[in-house]
Structures are given as C-alpha cells and as structure tokens.
Nanobody
Framework: QVQLVETGGGLAQAGGSLRLSCAAS????????VGWFRQAPGKERELVAA????????YYADSVKGRFTISRDNAENTVDLQMNSLKPEDTAVYYC????????????????????WGQGTQVTVSS
C-alpha cells in the first residue's frame, strides 16, 4: 500500500553532514507517522528520529539530539533527516518506516508501530 525509498546515504568524514530523504509512493495520502531507524553491524535496530503526520511532534534519540533534524513535506510525500556533526558511531544502515493507520496520534517510538519499511541506505562516517 505504501512504498518507501531512502536516498542520500554515503560516506562522510567525522564532523560532516549528510541529508537522507525518504520518498513515499502508493497510498501516500494516508501516510501517518514516520520514523528513521538505524542498524549498525551486530547491533539492534534503533529509533533515531520520528515525526507525526503534521510534523507538529518530533522525537530524537539522545544520541542524535542537537545534531539531527527530521522534517517532512506532505505535498511532496517526503521525510528528510538532516544529519550534522556526524560521528563514526553514526555509521549504520538507515531505514525509514511509516504507519498509515489514521487512528495513531503523534510520534511512534516502537519498531512494531511501523508496518512499512524502506530498503535502507548505508551511512559511513570515517574518523
């Protein structure tokens, strides 16, 4: 019902910036909350940032607070993650995920809250 495609990953130096974009297609008019997750080798997938349907509510993990910014453009059906002051520990595959059920309000924080996932994009930060 909703397809998600992440772009913008790549290689950056520590202290640098990258901007990830998640483009939704299909039933985009029903896209509700969106989250950006990441998974490093040997580690569990973790929530990095989340945004509500309107963009009025956002959440950031403590590890990225003050460095990452999540935003969305509902007219373009995109959700971006601006990543500044990158650190080697930000190295991971980054995934965007979406919930379309309208009854959910605000940001969603659990992996199981999101039934739709992109294929992921690699972010590598060198020291």
């Amino acid at each position: 019902q909703v397809q998600l495609v992440e772009t913008g990953g790549g290689l950056a130096q520590a202290g640098g910036s990258l901007r990830l974009s998640c483009a939704a297609s299909g039933r985009t008019s029903s896209t509700n909350a969106v989250g950006w997750f990441r998974q490093a080798p040997g580690k569990e997938r973790e929530l990095v940032a989340a945004i509500s349907r309107t963009g009025g509510s956002v959440y950031y993990a403590d590890s990225v607070k003050g460095r990452f910014t999540i935003s969305r453009d509902n007219a373009e059906n995109t959700v971006d993650l601006q990543m500044n002051s990158l650190k080697p520990e930000d190295t991971a595959v980054y995934y965007c995920a979406a919930q379309i059920t309208p009854s959910y309000i605000g940001v969603l924080l659990r992996i199981n809250d999101y039934p739709y996932w992109g294929q992921g994009t690699q972010v590598t930060v060198s020291s």
